[in-house]
T-cell receptor, first 109, second 116 residues
Framework: GQNIDQPTEMTATEGAIVQINCTYQ??????LFWYQQHAGEAPTFLSY??LDGLEEKGRFSSFLSRSKGYSYLLLKELQMKDSASYLC??????????WGAGTKLIIKP | NAGVMQNPRHLVRRRGQEARLRCSPM?????VYWYRQLPEEGLKFMVY????????ESGMPKERFSAEFPKEGPSILRIQQVVRGDSAAYFC??????????????FGEGSRLTVL
């Protein structure tokens, strides 16, 4: 079966750095996505990785290792507004997105 | 607002009634996806549609659920004879192409269905 694993919840301090991991087993691979979802709101696109390596976009970076079936989202200089759920999704060989359950990130002052 | 528009934002139904959820994709987008999300859970794919065609309905229950995306007008997710287990947030997303290289989906704000 297809599976995406992420930690259920993480806590970090304002101004610090946090890394949210995602491991996946899917039938084929056509890219990995990270979305941010604030409570009660729509998910919004953060990043896309299809090749191994690190993609940096401001305070957020996303890393992919296809051989290990592993990705992480790195958030730097955390702000209170970063408190949200972070969803990892993998596009399989049928171009269907398989979603993880999300990691709820709690930022403390 | 050129974003994905969903309505109603909140819908309350009694068991056995019908629920109709509407989604207007972003301008220029011809691909619509419906997802269901239970509290504290991830998004579960339901159905993928293009104008007048259902491309993939593998995530949608065979009974009571149906979806359409007519040539004119919004996409509609219809749930007949609702049960308490149908209570969830239903998100619609759109994209300009089904196989866009970046694959970014644009989501609506969701419709929250509560079945009493």
């Amino acid at each position: 079966g297809q599976n995406i694993d992420q930690p259920t919840e993480m806590t970090a301090t304002e101004g610090a750095i946090v890394q949210i991991n995602c491991t996946y087993q899917t039938s084929g691979f056509n890219g990995l996505f990270w979305y941010q979802q604030h409570a009660g709101e729509a998910p919004t696109f953060l990043s896309y990785n299809v090749l191994d390596g690190l993609e940096e976009k401001g305070r957020f970076s996303s890393f992919l290792s296809r051989s290990k079936g592993y990705s992480y989202l790195l958030l730097k200089e955390l702000q209170m507004k970063d408190s949200a759920s972070y969803l990892c999704a993998v596009r399989d060989s049928n171009y269907q997105l398989i979603w993880g359950a999300g990691t709820k990130l709690i930022i403390k002052p | 607002n050129a974003g994905v528009m969903q309505n109603p934002r909140h819908l309350v139904r009694r068991r056995g009634q019908e629920a109709r959820l509407r989604c207007s994709p972003m301008k220029g987008h011809s691909h619509v996806y419906w997802y269901r999300q239970l509290p504290e859970e991830g998004l579960k794919f339901m159905v993928y549609l293009q104008k007048e065609n259902i491309i993939d309905e593998s995530g949608m229950p065979k009974e009571r659920f149906s979806a359409e995306f007519p040539k004119e007008g919004p996409s509609i997710l219809r749930i007949q004879q609702v049960v308490r287990g149908d209570s969830a947030a239903y998100f619609c997303a759109s994209s300009p192409s089904g196989q866009d290289p970046t694959g970014e989906l644009f989501f609506g704000e969701g419709s929250r269905l509560t079945v009493l």
